[in-house]
């Protein structure tokens, strides 16, 4: 029996190596998605400000052209005035044309306001353009480490598997029955140490008659309350 404690030992030490891996790889598609996820609000902070950008440039083509509409109406009107007969018509002329000037210096108000946001915008864009390409940067590095530190865990896990393989078959087979069975329960860990006379694995007091019981090797001894195997570690080095 403490041959095959023995055997479990360094089972159990390839065993919670293959598990933490495996852990680590099934938690890889998760972080490769908040990695994504990251990189694409950013990507689409950018792209709304320079939709706000085009925005404003559209209104103010719209506005430049509505300025050469009210210049093209003043001209018109003023060219008007000579063929006219009477005073009250000449006034009433007049009064158009000092509307359409009003009209003509609001949409110049406005094209100007619409310059200074966009210089602001173009300002912020420019910005946003290096912080972004610094963030697909980081975003590329932090994607290969992921997916090299992968293509690392599938190596090591292929080497311990072999390495285990060779060693699940020189242990006892009812043996290696009942600890495989805990194994897949208890995250990884089915043989403990008895530490301080507790259990390395829930941490409760292992009984006196207990530990005499492992010293004895009989059979296997498993802790009452977590159900792992227990062992000594002096007791195996002996
Ligand atoms: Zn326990």
């Not at 995250?187 to 259990?199: F, I, P, Q, Y």
């Amino acid at each position: 029996m403490k041959e095959e404690i023995r055997k479990l030992v360094s089972l159990q030490d390839l065993d919670k190596k293959i598990y933490d891996l495996n852990k680590e790889k099934a938690q890889q598609p998760a972080l490769l998605n908040d990695i994504q996820v990251e990189f694409e609000a950013k990507k689409a902070r950018f792209k709304a400000l320079e939709e706000a950008r085009q925005k404003i440039q559209i209104k103010q083509k719209e506005k430049e052209i509505e300025l050469g509409t009210k210049e093209d109406g003043i001209k018109k009107t003023q060219g008007q005035l000579g063929q006219l007969k009477t005073n009250k018509e000449y006034n009433a002329k007049l009064s158009e044309i000092e509307s359409l000037k009003a009209d003509k210096s609001i949409i110049e108000e406005e094209i100007l306001r619409s310059m200074d946001e966009i210089d602001t915008l173009k300002k912020d864009l420019d910005a946003e353009k290096k912080a972004l390409e610094a963030d697909e940067l980081t975003f590329n590095e932090k994607k290969n480490v992921t997916l090299s530190r992968g293509k690392e865990i599938d190596s090591t896990l292929k080497d311990l598997d072999g390495k285990r393989t060779i060693l699940a078959g020189s242990v006892d087979k009812k043996i290696l029955g009942s600890y495989e069975h805990i194994l897949h329960g208890k995250e990884g860990v089915a043989l403990v140490k008895v530490e301080n006379t507790s259990c390395g694995g829930c941490f409760m007091s292992v009984p006196h008659q207990v530990i005499n019981e492992i010293k004895m090797h009989e059979r296997l001894i498993n802790c009452d309350m977590c159900s792992r195997i227990l062992y000594l570690e002096e007791d195996i080095q002996a």
